[in-house]
């Protein structure tokens, strides 16, 4: 490894649901992020960065663990039915920079388990604010407004939506006012984070719950974008970017920082002009096609990360731990994981390479559902949902999704046709042939429900605890 100066600060930002278009240098329409796109300027913007899994609970254990997330016994959006989270046998990022130092502190959205024994607290941060999972899940969500009475609501839906602090719940009962300081809240925390713990190490985990609705701004920040709703939310997004980098800067450690910018998934099509773009992409969350899985990201690190860089070599969030672990000279876990170290491609030194040679895609109940591998993205047979030929959603109800459509064996060339129209699997046998070997391989490791295997020979169980003490329906996501 290089040798370098003193390890350096990790900072990541990530939002839910925001699409790959949804910043202004990837062509943001009705609103601006001039923050985003001064942290793209000063860093590098990776074009064909992946999520592990289009939803997310599965998102976020992949980013925080290195491991795809059906190999730790996570699928889906835990919901506050779900009996089980992330093991306390996996190692997260924050307990990786715990390892070596570092203060860790984690504000937003957790949503790797509701019960004690999963919050962010007995899983490496010092600090914790926010709230267990996604917003929608409370009594208000827009399947369940049409009970007037609150539990009416709570009986046919979810129960209240509390915010934590640590192990501490520090408010049960979530409202639509309180979701409308949910953005500048938890920037705020971070800010505070940042500030009082400038003079050592930390790792800062900022994750805001929006844009995935309901969308909610502060009062003054309603009508901001020419867009509406979901442009204002991410103008004050932007503003809470811009605010950390603010506080990075007046703390004197920006230049020392690291700082990734990533989206959990693509947008929550069905809601219209509450949800987001995709951009050329097809399709979007809850789909393994380019809209659900691509987002955008964006990483800044003075002198070692090149500024001003575009780079379309593609990577994943599994890719972040063992890249953060070589950073800050941490070990591994003992437990396999997937990722592997990313630093020749962030750093430049090899910027045409990805870390692995092959992507793969789950999702739904272990279902492997499409893979990467240089500019080839093959999908194998699979049901999908779609809003082509629906009527979408407006103004934060949504439309419904088909979920009739599949798709067969498809293999698409992403370097000439990235929004995955026109499928070229008669041209390339040969090609055709390993990546089906490859897929193979990989159904033995993680298994594929699609194919009869719904486990593989290194597969880990999710923790779980025997008696859940709230009850209600499961995430529609």
């Not at 790959?20 to 240098?25: A, S, T």
């Not at 789909?287 to 090149?306: A, K, N, S, W, Y």
């Not at 750093?347 to 240089?374: V, W």
Request: proline share 8%; glycine share 10%; net charge negative.
């Amino acid at each position: 490894m290089d040798s370098k100066p003193t390890p350096p600060n990790i900072v990541i930002i990530y939002t839910d649901d925001q699409g790959w278009g949804d910043i202004g240098v990837q062509g943001a329409q009705g609103f601006e992020t001039p923050n985003l796109d001064r942290l793209a300027a000063e860093g590098t913007r990776f074009t064909s960065f992946y999520v592990a899994q289009p939803v997310c609970s599965a998102s976020r254990a992949a980013l925080l663990t290195g491991c795809y997330p059906n190999r730790i016994g996570i699928h889906g959006a835990l919901g506050p039915r779900n009996t089980h989270g992330i093991h306390a046998d996996e190692t997260t990022l924050a307990e990786l920079c715990q390892s070596k130092g570092y203060t860790t502190g984690m504000f937003g959205k957790w949503h790797l388990g509701y019960q004690a024994q999963f919050l962010p607290a007995h899983h490496g941060f010092d600090e914790s604010y926010g709230i267990p999972y996604s917003n929608d899940m409370w009594p208000w969500h827009p399947n369940y407004a049409q009970f007037s009475d609150p539990v009416e609501k709570r009986k046919r839906g979810y129960p209240d939506l509390f915010l934590f602090e640590g192990l501490d719940i520090v408010d049960p009962e979530v409202t639509a006012e309180d979701q409308m300081h949910f953005t500048q809240e938890f920037g705020d925390r971070a800010v505070s984070f940042i500030q009082k713990n400038a003079d050592k190490p930390f790792f800062l985990y900022l994750a805001h719950p929006m844009p995935h609705v309901p969308l909610f701004t502060k009062e003054e920040s309603v009508g901001r974008s020419e867009q509406g709703r979901y442009g204002d939310v991410l103008e004050e997004i932007d503003d809470s970017v811009g605010k950390v980098m603010q506080a990075l800067e007046e703390a004197g450690v920006a230049d020392n920082t690291l700082v990734i910018y990533a989206s959990d998934n693509g947008p929550w099509l069905s809601y219209g002009n509450h949800a987001g773009s995709t951009g050329p992409l097809r399709e979007g969350k809850g789909t393994t096609f380019e809209g659900g899985v691509r987002v955008p990201c964006l990483m800044r690190l003075p002198g070692q990360i090149p500024a001003d860089r575009v780079n379309d070599t593609p990577w994943m969030t599994i890719d972040i731990f063992p890249t953060v672990a070589n950073l800050i000279q941490a070990n591994l876990p003992s437990l396999p994981i997937d990722g592997k170290n990313a630093w020749p491609l962030w750093s430049g030194k090899n910027d045409s390479e990805s870390p692995q040679k092959t992507y793969f895609f789950y999702y739904r109940n272990n279902e492997l559902q499409a893979l990467r591998q240089g500019p080839w993205k093959l999908h194998f047979p699979h049901g999908y949902r779609s809003m082509e030929g629906k009527d979408i959603g407006a103004d934060g109800t949504p439309g419904s999704y088909d979920y009739s459509v599949k798709t067969d064996l498809a293999l698409y060339n992403l370097s000439r046709d990235i929004s995955e129209s026109l499928s070229v699997k008669t041209s390339y046998p040969e090609l055709m042939e390993q990546l089906l070997r490859t897929a193979e391989t990989m159904r033995a490791k993680l298994g594929d429900s699609l194919n009869d295997l719904p486990q593989g020979s290194e597969t880990r169980e999710a923790g779980r605890v025997a008696n859940p003490t709230i009850e209600a329906v499961p995430s529609k996501e």
